[in-house]
């Protein structure tokens, strides 16, 4: 211990901040542990005409000619492949499931509400307005697919009532691929 400093070790540089080194600056000798080291700008590779290199390790490379056979949500088979965004997997064996987790509600909108309390006051014939109901779809249809010791599920959006029909159409057409 230091007895000018009690909270210095011996062989330690004393170190003083003052004008010449203001608070947030590092030392003299440079930057050190926590300040951001000075790196030169570099501009991203580009193939001929200006077209980005892809980063490595965002998907597999693009084999000429090849599109996607099947897209059911995020999961593209193309190839022999299956793409998800958890990694790819063979197509060769691939078992694919699918699960309706939709549901259809009913219920009596409020302009039929505000109508039948209005029409009610002046005849008993606005209580008809009651009758009239809406149906709204609502809920996903989860697609799995597994394949070489992974697994990858989508939530796919009900938009319509014909929805699941849809997509076990591809997920039929997928099975018939991966058998």
Known sequence: MNESNPYKNEGEPEYQWGPAQPYGYPPEGGPGYGYPQAQPF????TQP??????APGYGPA???????????GDITVVGDQIHTPSGSMPLKGAVWNAMDLTR?????????????????????????????KEKSLSGYV????????????????ATNPMVFQQIMGQINHARMLSA
């Open 49 to 54: 005409a200006g077209v980005p290199v892809p």
């Open 142 to 157: 989860q697609v799995s697919v597994s394949s070489g010791g992974r697994h990858h599920t989508t939530m796919i959006p």
């Open 62 to 72: 693009p084999v000429a000619g090849a599109g996607p056979v099947l897209v059911i």
């Open 104 to 132: 259809m509600e009913e219920k009596i909108p409020t302009y039929a509400i505000v109508l039948a309390v209005v029409f009610t006051l002046a005849c008993l014939v606005g209580l008809f307005f009651l009758l009239i």
């Open 42 to 45: 570099a501009y991203p590779p």
